[in-house]
């Protein structure tokens, strides 16, 4: 049976990770649709641009708690915000959504594909295994949920196409190492921002040789 009280003080609960993360992983979709849609840079922009702008204005909303927030989105959100994003950070929702604006801006379609499903999958099970079976902690994380991480990027590692398998695992690598280190920013920013840099060079030194 679900855990269904908080491990400690301003944590949500397990049932309400495991809502939180099913959200997450539904982000896959916007990975999945750039290449299976076989959308160009600037098509996957003019449309993650919009969304993320929208996302932005909810959060801002939420923080300063307009009419829309009260009447509408909170219903829906609530149960899912952490506290210190009520207490006045952005939801992890909307760091994502910056990031894969950022990271297709910066990166090339493969390894912005890669990256975005590195933070997407690693981070969802990261947290969900490391909330129910870390016992091992290091700082706010635990190995098994760094495992956990691990053994997802490298699963998106293999399954991502249009790249070395190599700069795919490099990249796998990365994204976990970025995941555990408690770098002072957002995650969901710093991870495939990252993890798409680490490719990137790697790409170009290998195409230098």
Request: glycine letters at 8%.
């Amino acid at each position: 049976m679900a855990d269904k009280k908080p491990m400690a003080s301003g944590q949500i609960t397990f049932v309400q990770e495991l809502m939180r993360k099913g959200t997450h992983m539904g982000a896959l979709i916007i990975p999945a649709g750039y290449y299976f849609l076989h959308l160009e840079r600037p098509e996957m922009l003019s449309i993650m641009v919009p969304v993320t702008v929208a996302m932005i204005l909810i959060d801002i909303a939420r923080l300063r708690r307009w009419l829309f927030w009260k009447a509408f989105a909170r219903k829906i959100l609530s149960p899912v915000i952490r506290q210190h994003e009520m207490a006045g950070d952005f939801t992890g929702a909307t760091y994502i959504l910056l990031s894969v604006c950022l990271t297709v801006a910066l990166y090339d379609k493969p390894i912005a594909i890669a990256a975005i499903a590195f933070i997407i999958v690693g981070d969802t099970l990261a947290a969900l295994i490391g909330r129910r079976f870390g016992r091992h902690r290091f700082g706010n994380k635990s190995v098994e949920g760094s495992l956990a991480c691990l053994a997802g990027t490298v699963i998106v590692a293999v399954i991502v196409p249009d790249l070395p398998i190599g700069i795919r695992l490099f990249g796998a690598v990365v994204a976990t190492i970025v995941e555990a280190l408690p770098l002072g920013i957002d995650d969901n920013i710093t991870v495939p921002i990252l993890s798409g840099l680490s490719m990137t060079l790697l790409d170009k030194t290998l195409i230098s040789f």
